[in-house]
């Protein structure tokens, strides 16, 4: 394998969402580079419909409270829906929950225990900086959505490749009114979701939660190609 494609293998295999990061802010010049990487991802017709609100210190810490007082108030006001239906993906969905609550060491039936774990997100895990991606709503909006997801893995890798880490957080979507309002976004732009990103706290259990993938046959069909699906 060149070297270029083991450099790739190891990168997007050791990158994973970190539960506890460290309170240290990353240098403004990393934050930089790791934009300029993000804005490099591939987008329908290079439309890059990215809208992108980087917030530290005292705008993460002011934002961060408004959320913890939405969630209180049950001030919930999603811009899209979390749905898995009935079948595999709602159990795939219970199984990391489940992974989730066994690392924080929380029983499935300890309200107060999933309740804090809900107020973790909403604190961002303790990570001094949030990416919080937003989309014009484009016809149904799906592919705008695609082209923030190519957005925000170019965004994981480029910290992962720099020692950083970084976690998706949909959670901060259902709170789509409050973070608007925060940052002064427009009404127009809807919030897909966020990221907190920082140096993650490797002493935490919360760090290194391995939440497996399934197998490739569950996922891939292959035609007239050969050999790529054979048990190795
Ligand atoms: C779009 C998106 C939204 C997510 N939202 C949350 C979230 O709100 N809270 C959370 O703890 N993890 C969230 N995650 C992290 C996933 O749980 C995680 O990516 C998945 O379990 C696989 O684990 P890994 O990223 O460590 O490989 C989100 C991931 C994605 C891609």
């Known amino acids: 394998m060149p070297a270029t494609a083991s450099f790739f293998t190891d990168l997007v295999r050791t990158r994973h969402s970190p539960r506890q990061f460290l309170p240290t802010p990353l240098p403004a010049m990393d934050i930089r580079g790791i934009l300029e990487d993000a804005q490099t991802a591939p987008s329908n017709s290079n ?31 999603p811009d899209f829906t979390s749905d898995y239906g009935e ?17 924080r060491g929380v029983e499935r039936s300890d309200r107060e225990g999933r309740t804090e774990v809900i107020r973790e997100n909403l604190r961002f895990y303790g990570a001094p900086h949030v990416a919080l991606l937003f989309m014009p709503v484009l ?16 965004f994981l890798l480029s910290l992962t490749a720099r020692g950083y880490r970084g976690i998706p957080q ?36 919360m760090h290194d939660i391995n939440m497996g993938r399934i197998p490739l046959q569950q996922s891939v069909v292959v035609h007239d190609t050969p050999g790529v699906l054979d048990n190795r």
Do not use: C
């Not at 992108?52 to 108030?73: C, F, M």
């Open 47 to 77: 439309t890059q419909p990215w809208h992108v609100h980087i917030i530290s210190g005292a705008a993460r810490d002011t934002l961060s409270n408004e959320l913890l007082k939405a969630y209180e108030e049950d001030q919930t006001s």
């Open 87 to 103: 079948g595999i993906y709602r159990e795939r969905s219970h199984q990391h929950a489940a992974i989730v609550y066994g690392a």
């Open 139 to 154: 016809g149904d909006g799906v592919r705008t959505a695609g082209d923030i997801g190519m957005y925000a893995q170019n």
């Open 170 to 205: 949909a959670v901060l979507g259902v709170y789509a009114d409050t973070v608007r309002k925060s940052l002064g976004v427009d009404d127009e732009l809807k919030l897909l979701f966020g990221i907190a990103f920082g140096i993650g706290d490797q002493t935490s259990p």
